[in-house]
């Protein structure tokens, strides 16, 4: 993976999530911050495709795991929402398995 995509994890996804971690622990929302901060240690290689497919896959969860959000809050994490599916869109995929379910 190229340093472009480290970076932009780190700009899109890192920093954005660092941001919404100290908000929360100003909040004194300390449930929340442990698991944005879990979060965000997925993310200690950031041009590690895996990895940063799993915390966005991680993140996609906060919506169910029964956290009240502050307007602040939750506007910050819509925002990172969106940032890290867009994000992902950009990740390699996988090559398709051919006809006698192999990969190619």
Not at 3 to 29: G, K, M, N
Request: net charge negative; aromatic share 8%; hydrophobic share 45%.
């Amino acid at each position: 993976m190229n340093l472009d995509f480290a970076d932009a994890v780190r700009q899109e996804i890192v920093q954005p999530l660092e941001t919404l971690c100290e908000l929360l622990s100003d909040e004194s929302c300390y449930a929340e911050f442990a698991w944005f901060s879990n979060v965000l240690g997925m993310l200690q290689t950031p041009e590690d495709e895996a990895s940063v497919l799993a915390a966005v896959i991680e993140l996609s969860h906060c919506a169910f795991l029964g956290f009240i959000f502050s307007p602040e809050a939750a506007g910050q994490i819509d925002s990172l929402l969106e940032r890290a599916i867009n994000l992902s869109h950009t990740m390699s995929a996988p090559n398709a398995p051919d006809a006698q379910g192999g990969a190619h």
